[in-house]
């Protein structure tokens, strides 16, 4: 069934349970955010690449933070559930914010408990690989979508991320991407250390030759 939202797009992917905030200026989101709190609606934030817009979050307003003399304001969303375009209005009906019909896509929370730990070993590798220090917690309370935005996916990947409407297929493509992508980048931090001994006097193993026999052709 399709429903109709406010929407405002972004050139973003933002997924659903997502924490987001935004500093609204622009005179058609000022009325939007003020028809959310006085109305309690949601909207929704079509990702906006290539000129496109296909999919999107529903989002509901959870705070505004500060407002400004101005009209503008910024404030803290919640990311809902994931939907499909069917429409878009530049403006719906006699607001200044667009809007358009949307089909709210299935969910289906299959994911195992291996497949949790699998990529919570995984991202704490690639943080390892960059350095970076991952806060310790319980991996299973882990979600597909709790480390999206921050494991080097591209816009397009992390769009089809969105689109994958089961959580066990949502965590295979992200541990194929981890799977992937830390082997490079253990490579590149092994070339800088090359890069750094360039010119300097390298200490080699003894090697252990006593046994070696030049093989007949």
Not at 39 to 56: C, Q, S, W
Not at 108 to 125: E, I, M, P
Not at 175 to 185: A, K
């Amino acid at each position: 069934m399709n429903v109709t939202l406010a929407l405002f797009p972004l050139e973003m992917v933002v997924f659903p349970t997502e924490k987001l905030a935004l500093h609204i200026f622009e005179d058609r989101y000022q009325q939007l955010i003020a028809d959310c709190e006085q109305d309690e609606i949601t909207f929704g934030i079509p990702a906006f690449i290539k000129k496109e817009m296909r999919y999107g979050t529903e989002v509901k307003l959870i705070q505004i933070a500060e407002r400004y003399p101005s009209g503008g304001s910024d404030v803290l969303c919640e990311g809902i559930r994931s939907f499909a375009i069917r429409s878009f209005r530049p403006t719906l009906n006699d607001k200044l914010y667009a809007g358009g019909e949307v089909r709210f896509l299935e969910n289906v929370n299959d994911g195992t408990s291996s497949q949790k730990r699998r990529f919570y070993t995984l991202v704490k590798a690639l943080y390892g690989a960059l350095d970076v220090v991952l806060p310790a917690f319980d991996p299973l309370l882990v979600t597909s979508y709790f480390f999206a935005h921050k494991i080097g996916l591209s816009l397009e990947h992390e769009l089809k991320l969105l689109q994958i409407s089961t959580e066990s297929e949502r965590f295979a493509f992200l541990i194929d991407h981890l799977s992937v992508t830390i082997p490079v980048i253990q490579q590149i931090n092994k070339t800088k250390e090359l890069i750094q001994l360039n010119g300097h006097f390298k200490n080699f193993d003894p090697l252990d030759f006593s046994d070696y026999k030049v093989q007949d052709e």
